[in-house]
């Protein structure tokens, strides 16, 4: 049975959330108002919410929640040149259920009804519509990749597959480079741009978001093309653990592209730990029964 979500039944939601988290490195426990919020009025930095609508339906099979799904109309998509705010882009933002449920197939049954021939667009766990309280990582991790074989029975094809990284920042002592300093900026109260700079000229950036249980996620570190392979990568990471430290967080999340095996390598060889693979999927609509 398939029920929506009220206020008689979030709080079992929540609790399921809980539950799958185990299984998934980026799910990081949050308390429930943070997650409320994160799960059904998230907003962009800019302060538009990232959904027009946003559907929320509980999976049962008696009387017991195995599962859910969330999907909605995004705000804008992402274009080679910007955002368009003028597009609606489908998104299936959350399909869990217990891999032993018996009828999953009620929930993205349910999406695919709300979803017509006015969505230029349909997407499944993508990335950048995740929850901003778990970094915006919203894509669907390995632990669960059963989920993977009704999304491609649904006519779902992967689009992009990311191998995830976790180090332990408490752990270890860090180098306090002379030459290279670095400044702040924040984006918002959870998010930071930190610039470094060599003889007062910038070589390069990273962005880090700052989750609960002292948590930092890094959604991109770039080193300007002149300064790379001199080993300023390793010694700008470095400043960013000194950094996090000093702050007390205890450990730094980042994931990158499969195919991207020098990132790969440098994390690796900075003492990050493989914590699996994370796959988006978008739908092939030449392959749907449906209109």
């Not at 933002?93 to 993205?108: A, F, G, Q, T, V």
Request: one cysteine or more; hydrophobic letters at 35%.
């Amino acid at each position: 049975m398939v029920k929506e979500i009220d206020n008689n039944n979030v709080k079992a939601l929540y609790d399921y959330f809980n539950y799958i988290g185990h299984y998934i490195p980026y799910y990081f426990p949050v308390n429930f108002d943070t997650w409320y919020k994160c799960m059904f009025k998230d907003y962009w930095e800019d302060g538009k919410p990232l959904f027009k609508e946003l559907k929320t339906f509980l999976y049962y099979e008696d009387e017991l929640l195995k599962g859910f799904i969330q999907y909605g109309i995004s705000n804008f998509v992402f274009m080679d040149d910007g955002i368009d705010y003028s597009n609606n882009y489908a998104i299936i933002r959350n399909l869990h259920y217990d891999k032993d449920s018996r009828n999953p197939e009620e929930l993205i049954e349910k999406a695919l009804e709300y979803f017509d021939n006015s969505f230029c667009e349909v997407s499944a766990f993508f990335h950048i519509f995740g929850m901003s309280c778990y970094a915006r990582h919203g894509k669907l991790h390995n632990s669960l990749f059963y989920v993977e074989n009704l999304l491609l029975k649904y006519s779902f094809i992967r689009e992009h597959e990311n191998i995830y990284f976790s180090k332990i920042i408490s752990l270890e002592s860090y180098y306090n480079d002379p030459e290279i300093t670095y400044e702040v900026r924040h984006n918002d109260k959870n998010k930071e741009k930190i610039n470094f700079i060599l003889n007062d000229k910038k070589i390069g950036y990273c962005e880090l978001a700052f989750l609960e249980n002292n948590i930092s996620y890094m959604y991109i570190i770039e080193i300007d093309e002149k300064y790379r392979k001199q080993n300023f990568g390793i010694r700008c990471m470095n400043i960013i653990f000194e950094i996090l430290k000093e702050r007390n967080i205890i450990k730094l999340d980042l994931d990158t592209i499969d195919s991207n095996y020098i990132a790969q390598n440098f994390y690796t060889k900075l003492g990050f730990r493989y914590r699996g693979i994370t796959r988006s999927y978008s739908l092939n609509k030449r392959r749907t029964h449906f209109t």
